[in-house]
């Protein structure tokens, strides 16, 4: 069934589930103001607990110098700057930014299933603002759960084009490596060795389980000298 509106066209598939046929950039700019909305509320208390402030001029500057700074210049900036909250203050702050997290993951979550991935060529920006909201899980959602839903959610869109392979690699790695601490199935994550302060190779549990995983999804598959076998 084929759906006219004055915004959007659409179609509906065999679930029932509505995707993106066609955008005006109007309606593209709707998309990306949503997105900036869930980037924002993202970092909002983030943002104090960081540099240990509550004064919201600081803040301003903080985030003209991350503009306007190089790396490196920023670093020292805000390590100069950087404070220490209140251990209950820091709480409260970490209380309400775990619910706006919990609103950005239905948000998130909703916006994908009616939109498809936004990736940045579709909406023609020069920054994936929603991926890196993915990489950390709300507080109030296991990571083990939070994992498997996004990567129902996900994967398909790798398979529909929406999604870069390697962005879906990265996240589902950041997940298991960084998050619940097992070994990646992609891949695409460097060791570090902080003994010897030095980049190794990614650690993975077993490469042909690796390199079916990578095939699949479109990924070429890793060389020797690309990886390491992480013992048990």
């Known amino acids: 069934m084929i759906i006219l509106t004055s915004l959007m066209s659409f179609c509906e598939n065999k ?16 998309l990306i103001a949503k997105i900036e909305i869930i980037a924002e509320k993202d970092q909002y208390f983030r943002r104090y607990i960081a540099l240990g402030t509550l004064s919201d001029s600081l803040l ?64 023609n920006v020069q920054a994936d603002k929603l991926f890196p909201i993915l990489l950390h899980p709300p507080s109030k959602v296991k990571a083990e759960e939070y994992l498997a839903e996004m990567v129902d959610l996900l994967e398909p869109e790798v398979f529909k084009n929406n ?15 960084k998050i619940l601490g097992q070994p990646q199935l992609y891949g695409t994550n460097k060791s570090f060795n902080t003994e010897t302060m030095s980049i190794g190779p990614a650690l ?27 013992e048990n």
Do not use: C, H
């Open 15 to 30: 679930e029932g589930r509505v995707i993106r046929s066609e955008m005006t950039q109007e309606e593209r700019n709707e």
């Open 60 to 123: 301003e500057v903080d985030a003209r110098n991350q503009n306007e700074m190089s790396v490196q210049a920023y670093l020292e900036w805000s390590t100069a700057v950087q404070s220490k909250l209140p251990t209950a203050v820091e709480d409260s702050l970490r209380d309400l930014q775990d619910s706006l997290d919990f609103e950005n993951y239905q948000d998130v979550k909703s916006l994908i299933r009616e939109y498809g991935y936004p990736s940045k060529e579709f909406l």
């Open 163 to 177: 999604l870069e392979p390697m962005s879906y690699a990265r996240f589902y790695d950041n997940i298991q490596w």
């Open 204 to 230: 993975i549990k077993d490469i042909d389980e690796t390199n079916e995983a990578r095939v699949r999804i479109g990924l070429p598959k890793l060389q020797e000298g690309e990886y390491e076998i992480l």
